[in-house]
């Protein structure tokens, strides 16, 4: 679903931001294409340690077969789809589980990373996205002009329950001798909670990326409002490798009319027409460094790639994906 | 410093914001005493657990007192300024440590609320406020028109290496008999690297709040870009109370007219005056419901409450205010 | 009931433990008394913050009163038996539920020290103590003999999960302007979850204590087992205050016969008093270095130390003692 | 160094502990064999977390190859031996840094868990192994008699702090926008002080199990002074599979006469002998019961699977091992 979105929008173009504040233009199906790389490496991680979990053991109660031999172990474990641990105690070793619920919740993070992306770009002043909202559907009590994003901020609460539960887990390693059953407490709560949240999650995100309402002409509005200022280190570029400035005095020319652009609100290729000292370049020069397409020239190669994940369906029609449910590794 | 640029700033005008959306104005000098109260309270719980930590003990190896007196250990700490642990071990316990490191976590999660809202505040689009930018200071290097929030930026990471070290201060509770020393190579990185990363954390942000620049007119402007709908509570108030609608009449009022407003980007007033149901209000009381001044009727008073942290000085000058450096208990 | 059993083991002789290795004498009732204190300040600990949580606030959406006057925000308060939170924003802020839930985490990491005591004092070699058994309780399934101290386990596993919920409670501190929601879904967990687990904790572990069998006589087994090797300390100190030997000398010779008493199993007082470097001490003097009473001479006076936590009944009988539901601050 | 001894104690019996409590016997080599593997595990994790952060990106200031091509990017990322990001923004994301921090505290929790297991084998009472104390070493300042395993307390104590490194990695995740620079205050403490410190834990444990003095002598005394209680659960199988009693009736009898032994110090065997309901046993059946050969036959089967992780030498030496700082993945 992350690739169908983001192969819709491959070429809606939107402002690039670094510390808040613009840099230079990207789409926003760049933007969806990373997510869905980081929940793919996500998955792969999830799955290697439900792998390693899909261990089993029946050596007794100090780990030696002294009531069973190995070969009803392998036989056994065999017949259940499960690996059979080399050397166990009582138990199978706890640093399986700890990885396991590392790897939820780094995938926890990976959709607080997501959401949190989402509440930023639905800022009442940046409104280029906008969560789902039913028709009909009652915003804020108090205050009935509000659509929030509140599943995104759902979303972010969830990863840091997510973290505690791994946490929990770290602990559990460091059991007694061959064994001892204070992991057990732990297991009980953290393993179902953090799994049925993670899912719940991965529903959640899957219904709010599919809902999600882009707004492009906010975004390239947004894009317009940003006077430029983007194009920054092009004409930094080219001041010092067509005309030939030093570094330091083309950062000087570009940072000078560039602070006065956010100052006074005014367009930078303007200031910049204006500058005696930028007029070493010519004005075909400056306009190429404001063209968003050249910015832009790369961008269907970044999406492209997003065929290693989900090939293309021949008809140009997009294949089915899989669904968060069936495909988050229930058998091992 | 924090309580002095609250009382400059009671008065100027801003959107508050809840999930990220416009909901009602409040004054920036409002968020600021927030800000003060609730660093006031991180003080105040820093300093209670390091009174606690101001327990000493010498009581032999195993606390019995094998070969020392009570008496003595009563009179070496008195003349240290510390309290007499009513029960030792080899060591006093760790629970205050732990109690310890944990309100230092505390106050870096308030330092991050801060820095988080300064990093939200200075988004191109919202442009509210700005890090201390020094003259001559180079931004990005590839970017020269940008000025980022990363101290924000910085102390908001900080935070998370605070939590990381009260977390390992809560393990070490649990020591062994009359002690074993795992504690200690813990100690012994967590108790100065916290220690002095949080003094660091509150003498920049200190530094950082003294420069920033507000932006009264940004402020004013995204209000006006709210095309009134922070009104909408009190006109779906006046409707209910003034014009006697039932509160789902007036919901549904508000709100097609609150979305219209958001959709076309027409002020609200505007559009319910063209509504035909929204005429049981008169245009004078559907102007109260639009005037900024009621809103923050009440602003001052909060303001005020100030003078409980800091008293303000006679002649009207704000009194001096402890540095972070002296106040946050050095010497117990 | 700590104190109960704290006064009740007053003078039951133990060998103290420093790094999993005999130290010198302590009584049992010594360590039961260290542990009421420490339970005394986690509780002081969740008092003071179940306080600051009793913080409520009735000002509107965004903190300002603009619907509602601060004289209703007082008056409701009040009549809740709640503080009025000097300054809001659309809630009360989150640092005070931080601090709530790292108090509640120290108080689990206090159960889980004396749990883990409990669990290295039942080991089969030390034996010490035992917890509760039913008698017609089954054990082990496999291994009929076993008597396990699986509740001590299961208290010091949910300590971890205690630790995982504080993580997220200081996550959520950095909410985003006047609000937002992500502090709500970790705060439906962590603070149901993490406050029904610590009271089925202290439930548990004063019904375990209740029930704790003391085994006075493995613990003077234990002691005598130590071949006097606890009386090292004071023998270095005679052979230095009373013989007069430089402390490098005297440490040579204690360490040199400890080493032996150890690996050959024979007394230490044995072993120095056919040391012809260590006869420079009178057989008396050195007798006395092995005294007991002298390294317990002190106990009495810590174990009165308890009276400041519940004062002995005038008949000598022990006043009742809270129980752990009523006391740790149901109602603010 | 491991997996030779190891192979060293493949038949140096013991008591095999759960709950703290006497099992059934095992051998050292059996414990060792499975740090062993767990190690392996460890190390298998961290060098997949490390190859996945072997990923570079010169992408441009938002990941959109807005000044350079993709094909530069490939041939510079070859050269350096990184693989390319498929989508980057202005960094590549922090998913790999959180897995491999975690991968990281997993370890740390394996080596608390040997560390643990040393330090409770230290108990005074149980004595099977001693830390490698060098000849001529100062013990305890007070008490030179003593020999504290508190190396392996350091690397207990270390673990926590690698957890919290993890969390704050795990933190680090959700940067804003095409990035924001809140991790880089955090990585440059957490990524070289917990991998510094892993380090320094791992050459630490190898000189620790080096040196590691193993009582054989000891270990056996301790197997004897159980009594023959770890044979309760064959006790119980024979009554239920050659003398043909339900299982209630045998779990009965053999608890009955545990707990006996127990209490009365004598052996369980004994007992048994003259406890006529187990009469239906004949006396070479029981005495079967008691024969550790039999707990232990496949002791040697569990020990020879560490040929898979280093093969034996063919002239029966160990081959030499890969050292610490050689083998955990310094190059990807």
Not at 26 to 38: D, M, N, Y
Not at 113 to 124: G, K, M, V
Request: proline letters at 5%; glycine letters at 8%; hydrophobic letters at 40%.
């Amino acid at each position: 679903m992350l690739v169908r979105r983001a192969r819709e929008h491959a070429d809606t173009v939107m402002m690039g931001r670094t510390h808040s504040v613009h840099a230079e233009p990207i789409t926003f199906g760049v933007k969806l294409a990373g997510w869905a790389f980081e929940l793919d490496r996500d998955r792969s991680r999830i799955r290697t340690a439900a792998a390693e979990l899909a261990t089993g053991k029946l050596s007794g109660p100090v780990g030696t077969y002294s009531h069973v031999d190995p070969e009803i172990e392998a036989d056994v474990l065999t017949s259940l789809g499960l690996a059979v641990d080399p050397v166990s105690t009582q138990i199978v070793q706890r640093d399986r589980h700890a990885a396991f619920l590392a790897a939820v919740a780094v995938t926890g993070g990976s959709l607080e990373r997501f959401a949190t992306e989402i509440r930023n770009l639905q800022h009442t002043e940046i409104g280029e996205v906008q969560e789902p909202f039913r028709s009909g559907q009652k915003g804020s009590s108090a205050m009935p002009h509000k659509r929030n994003p509140i599943l995104s901020e759902r979303l972010a609460g969830m990863a840091r329950l997510l973290r505690g539960y791994a946490l929990a887990a770290l602990e559990d390693q460091a059991l007694w001798h061959e064994r001892d059953i204070s992991h057990s407490s732990v297991e009980r709560v953290a393993l179902p909670d953090a799994t049925i949240l993670l899912d719940y999650m991965l529903v959640k995100f899957t219904g709010l990326l599919e809902g999600l309402t882009v707004r492009a002409e906010r975004m390239r509005e947004n894009l317009e409002r940003g006077l430029g200022l983007h194009a920054s280190g092009r004409v930094l570029l080219a001041l010092v490798e067509e005309a030939g400035l030093s570094r330091e005095q083309a950062y000087a020319i570009v940072q000078r009319n560039a602070l006065r652009a956010a100052d006074e609100r005014r367009p930078l290729a303007q200031l910049l027409a204006e500058d005696g000292e930028a007029a070493v370049l010519s004005p075909e020069a400056l306009a190429a460094c404001f063209d968003d397409g050249a910015f832009l020239r790369h961008v269907r190669t970044i999406v492209a790639r997003l065929d290693r994940l989900v090939p293309p369906a021949p008809d140009g029609a997009t294949a089915p994906e899989p669904t968060p449910h069936t495909d988050w590794g229930g058998d091992p």
